[in-house]
C-alpha cells in the first residue's frame, strides 16, 4: 500500500501570497489531518477533515483552510502568507476520525519558506 | 491546556541503551505513542502501548507505562547511529497531543 503522499515536498513563497498543499491519504483512509510543525512550537494541530467535512480545527487564524474531496485527498490552503508561516506542514492519515484513537500516519511534508 | 513534556536532547554512544522520557497531564488518555522522524522526514509510527498495560516490547524498543506518575518512556537497546532522530511522544483520548520532541543523536 503506498503512504501518504504530500507534493510539493517545498515551496518558496513571498509574503502576502497564497499557497495551496496537496495531501494524499493512504487508500481506504477517511481522516486527513493537517499540522504545522516549527522548531519553535513543535507540532500545532490544524485541523481534521473526515468524509470532505472538517470535524476539527486548531487555534489558528482564517488564513489557514482545507478542504477535502470525495476520494479523501485533501488541499491545504494559506492566504496572504507571513514570514511566521515558514514551516513544515504534515498530514497525516487514518481509518476513521482521530477521536476514535486510530493511529495516524504520516506523510514527509511540504517545507514551506515564506522570504 | 493538556501539555506532553519531554526533554529536547539526548546524547549516547553507539552500543549504548537510550531512554527517552516523556510526561503528559491528562489521566484518561487512552493510547500513548512513540514517533521517530528522521531529517527532512514525516513522523513514523515507532511503537503505542494501551493505557491499561504497563509495560510493551517489541524487539529494540520497551516502552514503560507509570500511569500513577503519568510517564512514558522509550529504552531503545544496542543504540546505533541510525537511530539518530527526533522522537516523539503523543498522548491519545479523543483527540492527539504531541511532544516538543527529544532530539537523539548517537555518536560512534
Known amino acids: 500500500k503506498a503512504g501518504v503522499t504530500q507534493t510539493p515536498r517545498y515551496l518558496i513563497k513571498t509574503r502576502g501570497q497564497q499557497v495551496t498543499l496537496s495531501c494524499s491519504p493512504i487508500?481506504?483512509?477517511?481522516?486527513v489531518s493537517w499540522y504545522q510543525q516549527t522548531p519553535g512550537q513543535g507540532l500545532q494541530f490544524l485541523f481534521e477533515?473526515?468524509?470532505?467535512?472538517?470535524?476539527n480545527k486548531g487555534n489558528f487564524p482564517g488564513r489557514f483552510s482545507g478542504r477535502q474531496f470525495s476520494n479523501s485527498r485533501s488541499e491545504m490552503n494559506v492566504s496572504t502568507l507571513e514570514l511566521g508561516d515558514s514551516a513544515l506542514y504534515l498530514c497525516?492519515?487514518?481509518?476513521?476520525?482521530?477521536?476514535?484513537?486510530?493511529?495516524?500516519?504520516f506523510g514527509s511534508g511540504t517545507q514551506l519558506s515564506v522570504l | 491546556g493538556e501539555d506532553v513534556e519531554q526533554s529536547l536532547f539526548l546524547s549516547v554512544r553507539e552500543g549504548d541503551s537510550s531512554v527517552i522520557n516523556c510526561t503528559y497531564t491528562?489521566?484518561?488518555?487512552?493510547?500513548l505513542y512513540w514517533y521517530k522522524q528522521e531529517p527532512g522526514a514525516g513522523l513514523q509510527l515507532l511503537t503505542y502501548?494501551?493505557?491499561?498495560?504497563d509495560m510493551k516490547q517489541d524487539q529494540r524498543l520497551t516502552v514503560l507505562l507509570n500511569k500513577k506518575d503519568k510517564h512514558l518512556s522509550l529504552r531503545i537497546a544496542d543504540t546505533q547511529t541510525g537511530d539518530s532522530a527526533i522522537y516523539f511522544c503523543?498522548?491519545?483520548?479523543?483527540?492527539?497531543?504531541f511532544g516538543a520532541g527529544t532530539r537523539l543523536t548517537v555518536k560512534p
Open positions: 497525516a492519515s487514518s481509518p476513521k476520525p482521530r477521536e476514535t484513537n486510530e493511529k495516524l500516519f
Open positions: 487508500s481506504g483512509h477517511r481522516s
Open positions: 477533515y473526515f468524509s470532505e467535512t472538517q470535524r
Open positions: 491528562d489521566s484518561s488518555s487512552t493510547y
Open positions: 502501548i494501551f493505557s491499561n498495560m
Open positions: 503523543a498522548e491519545s483520548n479523543n483527540d492527539m497531543r
